[in-house]
């Protein structure tokens, strides 16, 4: 059995969901939702925001990465500038 593929009851073929696991890096066993790569359980059947209020709600929540928003990572970034210009002067005064 090829690991793209899965035989489900009554020997019929399915494209074997895509989804791996955090931990173990393992393939999910489920079979794909037809013409997605992706079972139910991994958002196979999420069809995303009709309206345009979620829409909107969702652009302005999207993360860059894992839990972090824009917002954050945008101030964490002047931030760093910051200091690392009150660095560069301290070097220059030769107090670092």
């Not at 494209?15 to 992706?38: E, F, M, N």
């Not at 079972?39 to 069809?47: N, Y």
């Not at 954050?72 to 070097?91: D, F, P, Q, W, Y």
Request: glycine residues 12%; aromatic residues 2%; positive net charge.
């Amino acid at each position: 059995m090829n690991s793209a593929t899965l035989t489900v009851f009554g020997g019929a073929i399915a494209p074997r969901c895509q989804a791996r696991s955090k931990r173990s890096g393992r393939q999910c066993c489920k079979p794909a939702i037809k013409g997605k790569r992706v079972c139910r359980t991994h958002g196979g059947a999420s069809t995303g925001p009709k309206t345009q209020e979620g829409r909107q709600r969702c652009a302005e929540t999207r993360t860059m990465h894992g839990r972090e928003r824009r917002a954050t990572r945008l101030i964490r970034a002047e931030k760093l500038r910051e200091l690392r210009e009150i660095e560069g002067v301290l070097a220059e005064l030769g107090m670092l």
